[in-house]
């Protein structure tokens, strides 16, 4: 199957014959629920990708060694951590970051394993920050914190360590903005 982009309208089939349900209705039914730990995730590599102006015409590499690549090679790993969840909680969740250092990274581009480490050159630590359901809107980007970093950063301080925190990312130096200064930050912590 080619890896083109779909518009949502093309309908499911059975025996040659377009039934009444389209991709469109399999994406409502499968991706509307924002605060879901996958999904957030995908979506905050997607606010990322707009915001350093990555093309998101095509298709999302899912198992790509990072998660986005600007147009100018710099490679930029994507993590995300929400104060609510979908289920029903008795608190906030605890805010952590996967950090863990890649054992093999799969290339989708060259079909070809890497080094293993941590394959990015920049990290985006992106936090939907609303605490109250009533209010939370994953797609309102004022509720969103940008935490941006250096990997050199993450391999001198943190070593092979595979999760970190708020305060911890503080203490080594995260840059924090809102959405508007995402690029200017991200391209101040590339190499």
Do not use: H
Request: hydrophobic share 45%; aromatic share 10%.
């Amino acid at each position: 199957m080619t890896r083109i982009p779909r518009t949502g309208a093309e309908p499911f089939r059975s025996s040659g014959e377009p039934l009444p349900f389209d991709l469109r209705d399999f994406w409502r039914w499968s991706a509307s629920d924002l605060l879901s730990n996958a999904l957030r995730g995908v979506l905050a590599e997607f606010i990322v990708a707009r915001a350093l102006g990555v093309d998101t015409a095509g298709v999302r590499a899912e198992w790509d060694a990072v998660d986005l690549r600007t147009a100018d090679g710099l490679a930029v790993e994507v993590k995300s951590a929400a104060y609510l969840q979908s289920w029903k909680q008795a608190k906030p969740s605890a805010i952590t970051f996967g950090i863990a250092p890649a054992k093999a990274p799969w290339d989708a581009e060259t079909n070809t394993y890497g080094e293993p480490g941590r394959q990015a050159d920049v990290y985006v630590f992106c936090l939907f920050a609303e605490q109250d359901r009533d209010r939370a809107d994953p797609l309102d980007l004022d509720q969103w914190k940008f935490y941006i970093l250096p990997t050199r950063v993450l391999d001198e301080r943190l070593g092979p360590q595979k999760t970190v925190g708020l305060a911890r990312l503080a203490k080594i130096g995260a840059v924090r903005c809102g959405f508007g200064a995402l690029r200017k930050a991200v391209m101040a912590a590339a190499p």
